[in-house]
T-cell receptor, first 114, second 113 residues
Framework: SAVISQKPSRDICQRGTSLTIQCQVD?????MFWYRQQPGQSLTLIAT?????????ESGFVIDKFPISRPNLTFSTLTVSNMSPEDSSIYLC???????????FGPGTRLTVT | AQSVTQLDSQVPVFEEAPVELRCNYS??????LFWYVQYPNQGLQLLLK??????LVESINGFEAEFNKSQTSFHLRKPSVHISDTAEYFC???????????FGKGTKLSVKP
């Protein structure tokens, strides 16, 4: 299994500002995923980040709003840009365990935008 | 496209009662199925998974789920729940070309004394 940490664990931000969320894994992984969990909702994939290539975004999510970096095989960042109250969510990063599609999740970053 | 349906958004039960959380999936290809649990203010943890073999899979804390191909279901059961089982439970299947998971909307299990 993989151990994943995220920073910050929570934050309260003002609208119009940006927040960068960090995700650190204790082992090298090829693919990292960023999900959003809006209040009372399920998880929705934002994008997939592979080291050495541009992130692949799901429909409804764009790079200008959610830029992602993946500088090496153990680290990734997600930035939530120009925030509005609708961006208030839990943001989770995850990594694939391998061929079985099993994923390990970080503890999440709880973001509140005022 | 793959999809997962969790029929119950909330399930309140009394401690030591049995519980079943329902999950149905749509798939015409090989199936991998997962249940994740999210305790209050925490991230997701894998509870159990079906990859192949025995259709009945068990977790270390007494939950079990049975893969039923004919009914396209993967219901989660526990014969006697504890207060500590209070959490939100998500059923998931692989989806998309990125290797990501598709999650159901979740079922909030509330165990009352």
């Amino acid at each position: 299994s993989a151990v994943i940490s995220q920073k910050p664990s929570r934050d309260i931000c003002q609208r119009g500002t940006s927040l960068t969320i960090q995700c650190q894994v204790d082992s090298q992984v090829t693919m990292m995923f960023w999900y959003r969990q809006q209040p009372g909702q399920s998880l929705t994939l934002i994008a997939t980040a592979n080291q050495g290539s541009e992130a692949t975004y799901e429909s409804g999510f764009v790079i200008d709003k959610f830029p992602i970096s993946r500088p090496n095989l153990t680290f990734s960042t997600l930035t939530v840009s120009n925030m509005s109250p609708e961006d208030s969510s839990i943001y989770l990063c995850s990594v694939s365990a391998g061929f079985s599609y099993e994923q390990y999740f970080g503890p999440g970053t709880r973001l509140t935008v005022t | 496209a793959q999809s997962v349906t969790q029929l119950d958004s909330q399930v309140p039960v009394f401690e030591e009662a049995p519980v079943e959380l329902r999950c149905n999936y749509s798939s015409s290809v090989s199936v991998y199925l997962f249940w994740y649990v999210q305790y209050p203010n925490q991230g997701l943890q894998l509870l159990l998974k079906y990859l192949s073999g025995s259709t009945l899979v068990e977790s270390i804390n007494g939950f079990e789920a049975e893969f039923n191909k004919s009914q396209t279901s993967f219901h989660l059961r526990k014969p006697s729940v504890h207060i500590s089982d209070t959490a939100e439970y998500f059923c998931a299947v692989p989806g998309g070309s990125q290797g990501n998971l598709i999650f159901g909307k979740g079922t909030k299990l509330s165990v009352k004394p």
